[in-house]
């Protein structure tokens, strides 16, 4: 079945550090592309999407592209803040369905 | 913010007792969602409903049932609760079905079964 795979965490970065966090997806045709960003006790947040190939999310500073060539959709942000800690979920929605199927989610941890 | 609350926010029980999480919404969308969170596991679905009386299983239905009799309220029923249920449980609604529509989360609850 369909899967999302990202790195594991912890990833551990100093404050204006430069963040990567990697996604691949499996889901053949055009799935819509999620990161979702939980903060400590709470719920889910939408962070950013992508609907169709080559389309850039972005928000709160935050951005990824969708890459079919490479069924990718990593998480980038130029400069963390301590702010930004919290756990990010990579997640795919497939043609036709309205499930969303998760990556196991990295936790990000920076530091002052 | 979506309008998605959950009751209650926490809750101990012991094995084999029945419990019920509700999730309601006040954005009258369609679909609903309940999902379990595992580390190691991110989330997973558990049961959907996609409009009242109608209700399909996720990946980790065993042991689950569920119930939409209004378009706002949206329950999860642990029949005789079991220690591997234990979990944070978070309920998601989203809108017409468009394949690019977006889930938006509750705040969860964090259930234990002793």
């Known amino acids: 079945g369909d899967s999302v795979t990202q790195m594991e965490g912890p990833v551990t970065l100093s404050e204006e550090a430069f963040l990567t966090i990697n996604c691949t997806y499996t889901?053949?045709?055009?799935?819509?592309l999620f990161w979702y960003v939980q903060y400590p006790g709470e719920g889910l947040q939408l962070l950013l999407k992508a609907t169709k190939a080559d389309d850039k999310g972005s928000n709160k500073g935050f951005e990824a592209t969708y890459r079919k060539e490479t069924t990718s959709f990593h998480l980038e942000k130029g400069s963390v803040q301590v702010s930004d800690s919290a756990v990010y979920f990579c997640a795919e929605v497939r043609r036709n369905t309205d499930k969303l199927i998760f990556g196991t989610g990295t936790r990000l941890q920076v530091f002052p | 913010d979506a309008g998605i609350t959950q009751s209650p926010r926490h809750k101990v029980t012991e094995t084999g007792t029945p419990v019920t999480l509700r999730c309601h919404q006040t954005?009258?969308?369609?679909?609903m969602y309940w999902y379990r969170q595992d580390p190691g596991h991110g989330l997973r679905l558990i049961h959907y409903s996609y409009g009242v009386k109608d209700t399909d299983k996720g990946e980790v239905s065993d042991g689950y049932s569920v119930s939409r009799s209004k378009t706002e309220d949206f329950l999860l029923t642990l029949e005789s609760a079991t220690s591997s249920q234990t979990s944070v449980y978070f309920c998601?609604?989203?809108?017409?079905?468009?394949?690019?529509?977006?889930?938006?989360f509750g705040p969860g609850t964090r259930l234990t079964v002793l």
């Open positions: 954005e009258n969308h369609r679909y």
């Open positions: 889901a053949t045709g055009y799935p819509s």
């Open positions: 998601a609604i989203s809108g017409t079905g468009e394949r690019t529509d977006t889930q938006y």
